[in-house]
Nanobody, 116 residues
Framework: QVQLVESGGGLVQAGGSLRLSCAAS????????MSWYRQAPGKERELVAG????????NYADSVKGRFTIFRNNAKNTVYLQMNSLKPEDTAVYFC?????????WGQGTQVTVSS
């Protein structure tokens, strides 16, 4: 059974940091590109950061460049999102996603709330 379980969300003041984790099971983690998306109330889900399976390529939304870092540990089947210098506009539910040529899997999401 495929599972993606996010954790690490919470309430933080503007300027603070959080590290999100997404633990994967039920598929060959190292064969999948991993990414983080977020969805704020009333808005569409958007890509925040992506990390390709061979570890050499990453991409970030312009709004988070220089503040967020995505990294993965294939030995632990886990992908992380380090979020620094958080802003109120970063408030959203954050989802991790696993992607291959043949299928996609989503986690259930974790809430991040940044107070001003």
């Amino acid at each position: 059974q495929v599972q993606l379980v996010e954790s690490g969300g919470g309430l933080v003041q503007a300027g603070g940091s959080l590290r999100l984790s997404c633990a994967a099971s039920g598929f060959t983690f190292s064969s999948y590109a991993m990414s983080w998306y977020r969805q704020a109330p009333g808005k569409e889900r958007e890509l925040v950061a992506g990390k390709y399976k061979y570890g050499g390529s990453t991409n970030y939304a312009d709004s988070v460049k220089g503040r967020f870092t995505i990294f993965r540990n294939n030995a632990k089947n886990t992908v992380y999102l380090q979020m620094n210098s958080l802003k109120p506009e970063d408030t959203a539910v954050y989802f991790c996603k696993a992607t291959s040529l043949y299928d996609n899997y989503w986690g259930q999401g974790t809430q991040v709330t940044v107070s001003s």
